[in-house]
């Protein structure tokens, strides 16, 4: 059984309450777990050690950039324990940053609601029962997915003019909620101002959505591509 008794006491702290309700999923950066954060249902987004993960994206840009303290830089240009955990904490902390960055601009994400330790606590797509499911294991109307493509690309171009780009967007990672998309999993994406790859990762993430899509109804990847300069 995962300990959760560093979250919920830094809740307390910050006068919160949080209860784990159920274990929902689990990835190679984290787990997913049905808790109550002051009461209401939410979803906890909870990294896993540092030293269990690949961070195979998350820090080709901020390696360096955001630690003041001359010995934290040297740590985690050493990459030693003490500072893969200074990569794990600014991560998430710049994630959850992002999240509120792009759901504020309207895109398509759950909404992000609190971070703390190692966790993220987000609006849940689904309820006490059951969880959003993901695209890849529905079936979509035509006007279903002209709708879900149409939101699914604006909001790549929200990431793309806040500087990020998902890197691993496909129908594994965008769920289904009343009749709507989500797009999720952010650990792995990358900063266009510094990634030198930045525009094929980009369109890899449009040709992957585009082909899903055009199972159901007329897309235009070279439209879609244009909008990006």
């Known amino acids: ?129 059951i969880v959003a499911p993901r695209l890849i294991d529905i079936e979509l109307d035509q006007n279903e997915a002209a709708t879900a493509y149409h939101s699914i690309i604006e909001s790549i171009l929200i990431f793309w003019e806040h500087g990020i780009v998902h890197a691993d967007l496909s129908p594994y990672n965008v769920l289904w909620w009343k009749s709507k998309p989500f797009i999720i999993d952010f650990p792995q994406s990358i900063d266009k101002r510094l990634h030198p790859d930045a525009r094929n990762i980009l369109d890899r993430d449009l040709k992957n959505i585009t082909k899903y899509f055009g199972r159901y109804t007329e897309v235009d990847l070279a439209a879609a591509e244009k909008r990006f300069k």
Request: avoid cysteine; aromatic fraction near 12%; glycine fraction near 6%.
């Open 1 to 129: 059984m995962q300990d959760f008794s560093q979250i919920i006491e830094q809740a307390k702290a910050f006068g919160h309450t949080v209860a784990v309700v159920s274990h929902i999923k689990s990835g190679k950066e984290a787990a997913v777990f049905r808790a109550m954060l002051d009461g209401k249902i939410v979803a906890m987004k909870v990294y896993k050690n540092p030293e269990e993960r690949s961070f195979q994206n998350a820090y080709e840009y901020l390696a360096g950039k955001f630690y003041k303290s001359p010995s934290a830089r040297r740590a985690v240009a050493k990459k030693n324990k003490f500072g893969r955990k200074l990569k794990q904490k600014n991560w998430i902390k710049r994630e959850f940053f992002m999240l509120q960055k792009f759901h504020e601009a309207g895109a398509a994400i759950p909404r992000p609601i609190l971070q703390i330790d190692d966790s993220i606590f987000m609006e849940l797509l689904g309820d006490e029962g």
